[in-house]
T-cell receptor
Framework: DTGVSQDPRHKITKRGQNVTFRCDPI?????LYWYRQTLGQGPEFLTY????????KSRLLSDRFSAERPKGSFSTLEIQRTEQGDSAMYLC?????????????FGPGTRLTVT | AQSVTQPDIHITVSEGASLELRCNYS??????LFWYVQSPGQGLQLLLK??????LVQGIKGFEAEFKRSQSSFNLRKPSVHWSDAAEYFC???????????????FGQGTILTVHP
């Protein structure tokens, strides 16, 4: 078990470009979460999946954001027409549904810089 | 809506000194409470959690936290800090089972801990 992995670790893009991040959760985990963390703040919830179903989306997730988990394994988070305000660390976490639901294991994050 | 407040943005202690990081939460029902630690460039690591039962919970790396319902607090403590404890610490609250938000965590803004030798 190699833990939660995220790719890429860093992404620099120009305003208006589209970006896609990938998260590979711990293999047997059926819950997958995306959070966003800006400088000096704690992570903010964006969305989560239970298997392949997206069960909740935060109001922070504007129409430019979309997330998928096509086969209940890895997940992607896409941001279209990036804006400078999208610059942040995007964190992925996974857990098992049940008593361990809250034992969320976090990946190292993808740091996005929009210039 | 649930919320978490960590009143101290930055705390500095000497190595070997005791530590207490404050956390206050707002939640309408019995909260699920957590402390996470984040080192620079790293993801978050779960230190400890409170679901129910004994209000004093033990975690990894010698940390403990006490749930005080009357004060809506869940403060993190360590009797003797090591230089390797320098990091950012986040308190979080989770929604209870039964709703679609079950599993979602709401974090405080974090407390940066600096340890002087």
């Amino acid at each position: 078990d190699t833990g939660v992995s995220q790719d890429p670790r860093h992404k620099i893009t120009k305003r208006g470009q589209n970006v896609t991040f990938r998260c590979d959760p711990i293999s047997e985990h059926n819950r997958l979460y995306w959070y966003r963390q800006t400088l000096g703040q704690g992570p903010e919830f964006l969305t989560y999946f239970q298997n392949e179903a997206q069960l909740e989306k935060s109001r922070l997730l504007s129409d430019r954001f979309s997330a998928e988990r096509p086969k209940g394994s890895f997940s992607t988070l896409e941001i279209q027409r990036t804006e400078q305000g999208d610059s942040a660390m995007y964190l992925c976490a996974s857990s098992l549904l049940g008593r361990q639901t809250y034992e969320q294991y976090f990946g190292p994050g993808t740091r996005l810089t929009v210039t | 809506a649930q919320s978490v407040t960590q009143p101290d943005i930055h705390i500095t202690v000497s190595e070997g000194a005791s530590l207490e990081l404050r956390c206050n939460y707002s939640y309408g029902a019995t909260p699920y409470l957590f402390w996470y630690v984040q080192s620079p460039g790293q993801g978050l690591q779960l230190l400890l959690k409170y679901f129910s039962g004994d209000t004093l919970v033990q975690g990894i790396k010698g940390f403990e936290a006490e749930f005080k319902r009357s004060q809506s607090s869940f403060n993190l403590r360590k009797p003797s800090v090591h230089w390797s404890d320098a990091a950012e610490y986040f308190c979080a609250v989770g929604a209870e089972a039964g709703g679609t938000s079950y599993g979602k965590l709401t974090f405080g803004q974090g407390t940066i801990l600096t340890v002087h030798p």
